[in-house]
């Protein structure tokens, strides 16, 4: 499955692009706008992202669970070293620090997450700010070469900005930028 990041100018642009990808068979739940106006995109009847794609909560909260872990793994040795409940401590004690350490770990970096923009679309910041609508196109392998179609032939004026395999893999590489792309292509040309 690939996300398609397409930039879009205007909310009534946004709106025909979610009725066509609704005509090509993309379903809502494959579609989700982030824009500066949520109250436009509700009134317009356009399926608006959600706090897993606009947060960091799943990235910064799979962190914490390894420094929670690695904490964990810290205080087992540390138990184990200075032996505060004797020598005689059943090896499932250890396991229960290391996973409570490591759910107190996921948790924290959820919280921290609650508030830090997505570090994918933080490129984004800028453009969605300006009033642009950033529209997420989830495709499955079948279904890309159709969204491109439609895109270039209906929607000349969205842009196609980025493109990603998964959204949600919060330790994928960066986006692979669409601009980049054209602006290689131009620049070998000229």
Known sequence: MKCF????PTIKSTHEISDDLHGVGIKDFYIHVI????????????????????????????LGAAFGF??????????????????????????????????FGAWEGGLIGVGVENKKLARFHDDVEAGKYLILIYARKQKEGEVRALMTARHS??????????????????????????????????
């Open 157 to 190: 004026e969205a842009e196609l900005a980025a493109e990603d395999r998964y959204f949600l893999n919060p330790f994928s590489r960066v986006l692979r930028s669409a601009r980049a792309g054209s602006d290689s292509k131009a620049m070998q040309k000229g």
């Open 35 to 62: 824009s500066k106006d949520e109250s436009g995109l509700r009134q317009h009847h356009i399926h608006s992202s959600n706090y897993l794609e606009t947060l960091d909560v799943i990235r910064v909260g799979f």
């Open 70 to 103: 690695f904490v964990g793994l810290l205080c087992i040795e540390a138990m184990r070293y200075f032996q505060p409940f004797g020598p005689d401590v059943p090896e499932f004690v250890y396991l229960i620090v290391a996973g409570l350490a490591t759910l």
């Open 5 to 8: 990041y397409y930039l879009a």
